[in-house]
């Protein structure tokens, strides 16, 4: 019964049947129904996962408070944030592919490690150098513990009902996770200290480091390719420019130099890297996976649904907060109702994947999502509009989630056990781009369509940026109906999807 274990422990033509079965469908002989032991392993996984979607946003509220404390200028500020995503972003397919490579455990846990004494460092920081590092570091461990672990997932759980319902439980919980780090960071900071958002990850990873070992088998190929240096070079440079370049852009606009000349560069290493691989010969990413519709097309939608959903609600604090006059505490409870959403929609994924395939989730999700982010349009300038707030969160959170959930299981199916780390890292990345680059976009928009001052003025700004966000979402639902095919059926499944 297939586990976390190490891929040679994989009957002969395991990863054959993996790549025969349809989405939403299990192989030949694969488990149904969840043991003592795979719990254990989901619940393990699951709460590093839920951690790290915490940290990105927990300390958002406690910004202000930071840069008192410590002495940042409020220029400099934005780095606390910067630091972290730069890295999470950046190193996030290399991390991944090292996981296939060198064992996946042994990756998790290694950054599991790592997030945890940076936590303690960045809580017991008392200059600006120091929590920046701290952050670095948080951030380089999430690049290698979130690939990490979504590959143990994948491995642990074969293709169909129950891998689905393993995704559809780390999509809710990490889309709750940006919920309840908001919430979580404004209590901790008010009650207690900001500090605590740092520390609040040490019993956690410790927690996980010692039960993991004991749950978790290590996961690694029969023998240890080369790694393809040039290929992580350059993607991994040409990364850091772009996800540089998209925060220089939110901070100082589009047109600046700081934004357009990493962005530039960025795109001139992505290109490289595309040439590297093609003619490598260990790739970092084989071109032949990139040709796969599934995970192409995949992570396209996946990008669009975690840009959009992540930038509207950095739109709709805007509005809480400068047009209703919300306090930060009280706007990020105002985001509970998206939260409940997310895990209603995370619950209910497999299911509906199971009814009607990942590519109609896909489609049903986004166009849920899409009409939901269309009707805050309606929004007014007071409170008696917070029915209609927290109606077109919730539901649109339910889509966005289906989206999600669908995304991973569309991008990671059909490939063979050696290859789950780049699809999750590949998955990752995707994830981590969208969240960073969502929010310089839809406040350039936004700022760019305030034509005057006052309330008012800042609610018409948000409307045009809400406006181009629900058109985002629409455009990722016909490219998943426009090029992700139907499921084939089970005897011609091994064609590409």
């Known amino acids: 019964m297939p586990t976390a274990d190490t891929t040679r422990s994989a009957a002969p033509g395991t990863a054959d049947t993996a790549r025969s079965a349809a989405p939403g469908t299990a192989p030949p002989g694969a488990p149904r129904r969840l043991t003592p032991r795979l719990l254990l392993v989901l619940v393990i996984l699951l709460a590093a996962q839920f951690m790290l979607a915490v940290d990105f946003s927990i300390l958002n509220v406690a910004l202000p408070v930071i840069g008192e404390g410590l002495g940042f200028s409020l220029a400099h500020l934005q780095w606390i944030a910067t630091a972290f995503a730069l890295c999470a972003a950046g190193f996030t397919l290399l991390f991944g592919r090292l996981a296939d490579l060198f064992g996946r455990r042994r990756i998790f846990l290694g950054g599991l490690a ?136 939110g901070e100082h606009g589009w047109g600046t130099a700081g934004a357009l000349v990493p962005l530039a560069a960025g795109g001139l290493l992505l290109v490289v890297f595309h040439l590297v691989e093609r003619r490598s010969g260990a790739p970092l990413v084989p071109p032949a996976v990139l040709g796969r519709r599934t995970v192409a097309w995949g992570n396209v939608a996946g990008l669009i649904a975690f840009l959009t959903e992540t930038s509207l609600v950095f739109l709709l604090t805007l509005y809480l907060q400068n047009v209703l006059g919300f306090s930060p505490l009280a706007a990020g409870l105002s985001f509970g109702v998206l939260g409940i959403g997310t895990v209603v929609g995370g619950s209910i994924a497999p299911r509906v994947i199971g009814a009607i395939g990942a590519r109609s989730a896909l489609i049903a999700g986004g166009l849920a999502q899409a009409v939901s982010t269309a009707a805050l349009l309606g929004l007014g300038g007071d409170r008696s509009w917070m029915w209609l707030l927290l109606a077109a969160t919730f ?103």
């Open 395 to 497: 539901a649109g959170g339910v889509g966005n989630m289906l989206v999600i959930v669908g995304f991973m299981v569309t991008a990671t199916s059909g490939l063979p056990d050696r290859e789950q780390g780049l699809a999750t890292g590949l998955a990752t990345m995707t994830q981590q781009i969208g969240i960073t680059m969502g929010t310089p976009i839809m406040s350039a928009i936004a700022t760019s369509a305030i034509t005057g001052t006052g309330a008012l003025a800042v609610l018409g700004g948000l409307k045009a940026a809400i406006a181009v966000n629900a058109a985002i979402v629409l455009l990722g639902v016909f490219t998943s109906l426009l090029f992700l095919r139907p499921p084939a059926p089970a005897h011609a499944a091994r064609r590409d999807a």
């Open 114 to 249: 790592v997030l945890g004494a940076a936590s303690l460092v960045g809580g017991l920081a008392q200059s600006p150098e120091a929590l920046i590092a701290a952050r670095v570091f948080q951030g380089l461990a999430t690049a290698a513990v979130t690939p990490a672990g979504l590959s143990l997932l994948t491995t642990s759980f074969p293709e169909g009902p129950l891998r689905e319902r393993a995704l559809g439980l780390n999509g809710a919980l990490m889309s709750a996770g940006f919920t309840t780090g908001a919430i979580l960071g404004g209590l901790l900071t008010d009650l207690l200290s900001w500090r605590w958002a740092f520390f609040i990850n040490v019993p956690v990873a410790v927690l996980v480091l010692v039960a993991a070992p004991i749950v978790i088998k290590e996961s690694r190929p029969d023998g240890r390719p080369r790694l393809d240096v040039p290929g992580a070079v350059s993607v991994t440079l040409g990364l850091l420019a772009v996800v540089f370049g998209l925060t220089q852009a």
